[in-house]
């Protein structure tokens, strides 16, 4: 990266952290839910993390369904997050650095189908603009060498099966997990170190 995410983000003219006693929610997709859902497992200010899919139908939006590519879900994670401990922006700092490659189009590493695209779900019409100039600003930057593939969707969120939530934490030495999850934990300990919990 040439320029820091963290400099871009400060640039903007981000919705500041409240201190209200409330939650809020982002939906964000990003490759396998797995590797999204551990790493913002371990962000200060997050009170909750489930794996699901988003932009599709109600009807299909289960896990033969969405791996078979068959339907218009992508893996996401909805997170819940104390808007007095982080703000939206922060959680999009998070989830540019270390959480997926957002130049990748339709695959994140040995993932490869539309379902494991990088995709903002806002959920209001502030996130909306607030992505939308997140995303101009990173390519305007030339923060990476190619153009941010992220789209920014609407749609609903479904909870995926029981057996994929908190899958990393149930499963720490999954071959899976050690090779891709891992190191994006480790980065967002190096990288965001005051919003790091273990």
């Known amino acids: 990266m040439k320029r820091s995410i963290l400099f871009l983000a400060a640039a903007l003219a981000a919705p ?11 939906i964000l997709a990003g490759g396998c839910f797995w590797g999204m859902e ?12 489930v794996s699901g899919y988003a932009g599709g139908n109600a009807a299909d939006a289960n ?8 339907t218009t879900h992508a893996e996401a994670v909805k997170i819940t997050y104390d808007p007095s401990q982080i703000s939206y922006a ?8 270390v959480a997926h490659d957002p130049t ?14 990088s995709a903002i779900f806002p959920q209001n019409q502030q ?12 390519n305007a930057a030339h923060v990476y060498k190619a153009a941010i593939a992220t789209r920014i969707e609407s749609g609903r969120f479904y909870p995926a099966e029981a057996y994929h939530q908190d899958f990393a934490r149930r499963h720490p030495d999954y071959p899976y997990i050690v090779v891709n999850d891992r190191p994006k934990v480790a980065a967002l300990h190096q990288k ?7």
């Open 104 to 117: 990748q189009v339709d695959r994140q590493g040995p993932d490869v189908g539309h379902s494991y695209r």
């Open 16 to 26: 500041p952290a409240t201190a209200s006693p409330r939650t809020e929610t982002a």
């Open 192 to 198: 965001f170190p005051a919003f790091f919990k273990a």
């Open 127 to 138: 996130q909306a603009v607030f992505a939308k100039a997140f995303i101009a600003r990173l």
């Open 38 to 49: 551990t790493v913002f497992e371990h962000v200060k200010g997050v009170t909750n993390v």
């Open 90 to 97: 922060q959680l999009l700092q998070i989830y540019f650095t």
């Open 63 to 70: 896990y033969d369904r969405v791996s078979s590519e068959g």
